[in-house]
């Protein structure tokens, strides 16, 4: 294919993604079925029982699928995305879909909207606030890497650390998964491990300067 042809497509794709983002929600299924995403029902199911009552944070938003999943249960999300894309993802503006999304499932005074790279938000971010962080941003092993750094410190002890597109080949996810030393819980793509103080040890040490 043609690159060209493949510019077409995908700007056909993001203008077919828009004018969706502007309908009313389809009623069936309580996650946001139509909202681009590679998540599943089950990931998002997931992702729903992980966040009940407590405070998420959530890398990368992209449409807003999985935190309207997480906003659905949680007492507040904060979803960190510069909306620009990546370079898995392509490079697409998703702010005011994402925005519309998030109202059309009426979760939106749950979500805090933090428009910027992870590695401009989190340093505001406090150590030990959340119960849960989802990292679904930039899929190489280095981001990937880089984004655990960012926020390991801010989970509690005993909170939890979700990483999504675990065990696929082209993605640096299950690398770093692996170098947390813990036995993931995995639910279709999804892989999720308990943050000990042990953990937030060992990454320092394996990391030196690189952990903030
Ligand atoms: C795989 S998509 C997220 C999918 C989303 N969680 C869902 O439910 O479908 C990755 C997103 O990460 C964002 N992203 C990539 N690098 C980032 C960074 N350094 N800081 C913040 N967002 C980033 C991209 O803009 C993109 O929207």
């Given at each position: 294919?043609?690159?060209?042809?493949?510019?077409?497509?995908?700007?056909?794709?993001?203008?077919?993604?828009?004018?969706?983002?502007?309908?009313?929600?389809?009623?069936?299924?309580?996650?946001?079925?139509?909202?681009?995403?590679?998540?599943?029902?089950?990931?998002?199911?997931?992702?729903?029982?992980?966040?009940?009552?407590?405070?998420?944070?959530?890398?990368?938003?992209?449409?807003?699928?999985?935190?309207?999943?997480?906003?659905?249960?949680?007492?507040?999300?904060?979803?960190?995305?510069?909306?620009?894309?990546?370079?898995?993802?392509?490079?697409?503006?998703?702010?005011?879909?994402?925005?519309?999304?998030?109202?059309?499932?009426?979760?939106?005074?749950?979500?805090?909207?933090?428009?910027?790279?992870?590695?401009?938000?989190?340093?505001?971010?406090r150590?030990g606030r959340f119960?849960?962080?989802?990292?679904?941003?930039?899929?190489?092993?280095?981001?990937?890497?880089?984004?655990?750094?960012?926020?390991?410190?801010t989970?509690?002890?005993?909170?939890?650390?979700?990483?999504?597109?675990?065990?696929?080949?082209?993605?640096?996810?299950?690398?770093?998964?692996?170098?947390?030393?813990?036995?993931?819980?995995?639910?279709?793509?999804?892989?999720?491990?308990?943050?000990?103080?042990?953990?937030?040890?060992?990454?320092?040490?394996?990391?030196?300067?690189?952990?903030?």
């Amino acid at each position: 294919m043609s690159a060209a042809l493949r510019r077409r497509l995908r700007f056909g794709l993001a203008a077919w993604r828009s004018v969706a983002s502007r309908l009313p929600a389809r009623p069936h299924g309580p996650f946001a079925p139509d909202v681009p995403s590679s998540l599943t029902e089950a990931e998002c199911r997931l992702l729903a029982e992980l966040a009940r009552e407590g405070e998420a944070l959530e890398v990368g938003s992209w449409f807003g699928r999985s935190t309207i999943a997480l906003g659905s249960t949680a007492r507040a999300v904060h979803a960190v995305d510069w909306h620009r894309g990546d370079g898995h993802t392509g490079p697409l503006g998703t702010l005011h879909p994402f925005l519309r999304n998030l109202a059309r499932y009426g979760v939106r005074d749950r979500v805090v909207v933090h428009v910027g790279r992870i590695e401009d938000v989190a340093p505001a971010l406090r150590d030990g606030r959340f119960d849960l962080v989802f990292v679904d941003g930039y899929h190489t092993a280095d981001a990937v890497r880089r984004d655990v750094d960012l926020v390991l410190r801010t989970v509690r002890d005993g909170g939890k650390l979700a990483f999504h597109d675990f065990g696929r080949p082209e993605y640096g996810v299950s690398e770093v998964v692996r170098e947390l030393g813990a036995d993931p819980q995995v639910v279709d793509t999804i892989a999720v491990v308990e943050v000990t103080p042990e953990m937030k040890r060992r990454w320092s040490e394996l990391r030196g300067d690189a952990a903030t």
